[in-house]
């Protein structure tokens, strides 16, 4: 069994977990309200600017030249296509600055890259892109009624988005060792369970404390 799959196979419990959220229940559902995906996208929006950061640490610790273009690819999207569909959807449907997510997915995510190795950083964000390319598949499938959630739906469920969730598999297995396995599912595990919090949280709404306090 590639180490991938042993990783996968040790986490199927947590990751069905988050694969049945409730964020993604409802929106399988067509029922997630506007006001939670608004929040929602409020707090993906800040982690786009930390997703840049994490796979910068991963260009620093990537061993080979290949791995490095594939990752600075990456980068090139983040800064150049996704922080300009987050400002734009953000002017559009005229969300405000949201409160700091409480979470901590962000922080998790950012300490897991700075540690290294190359091998960590790349099963973090393995376990956020899997997660996202299994359920938004099948979302994509069923009925959405807010084109806006539509949009972002199909985004993650697109042949290019699949590509790179795979490529993260294949680096785990070309980078990785056996004896990186308890590790690595523990890093599964953790990010999972960030996940899981970072879905609830747009559930909850901040309250005015929370704003004028950062």
């Known amino acids: 069994m590639l ?3 042993k990783i996968l196979a040790a986490n199927e419990t ?9 964020f993604v229940a409802d929106i399988c559902a067509d029922r997630l309200e506007q006001s939670v995906f608004h929040r929602y996208l409020a707090y993906e929006g800040q982690f786009v600017e930390t997703a840049i950061s994490i796979f ?8 080979d030249i290949t791995a490095q273009r594939w990752l600075i690819g ?4 983040l800064a150049n296509t996704q922080v300009t569909y987050f400002e734009e959807v953000f002017a559009r449907l005229d969300i405000p600055p949201m409160p700091q997510d409480q979470s901590g997915f962000g922080k998790g995510m950012l300490d897991i890259a700075r540690r290294g190795p190359i091998v960590d950083i790349l ?3 393995f376990a956020a892109e899997w997660m996202y ?8 499938a069923g009925k959405i009624s807010d084109p806006d959630l539509r949009a972002w739906v199909d985004l993650h469920a697109e042949p290019e988005f699949a590509a790179q969730a795979l490529w993260l598999k294949q680096a785990i297995d070309t980078y990785g060792d056996e004896c990186d396995v308890d590790r690595l599912c ?12 970072f879905h609830s ?5 901040p309250s005015l404390d929370q704003g004028s306090s950062q």
């Not at 910068?56 to 061993?63: D, I, Q």
């Not at 390319?133 to 994509?140: G, M, Q």
């Open 3 to 5: 180490l991938s799959d």
């Open 14 to 22: 947590v990751l069905n977990e988050m694969l049945t959220h409730r």
């Open 56 to 63: 910068a640490y991963a260009v620093a610790y990537a061993p």
């Open 74 to 77: 990456v980068l090139d999207a």
């Open 123 to 125: 099963t973090a964000m």
């Open 133 to 140: 390319w299994t359920w938004c598949s099948t979302a994509a």
């Open 186 to 197: 523990a890093i599964f595990d953790r990010v999972t369970r960030l996940e899981i919090a």
């Open 201 to 205: 949280a747009a559930y909850d709404v």
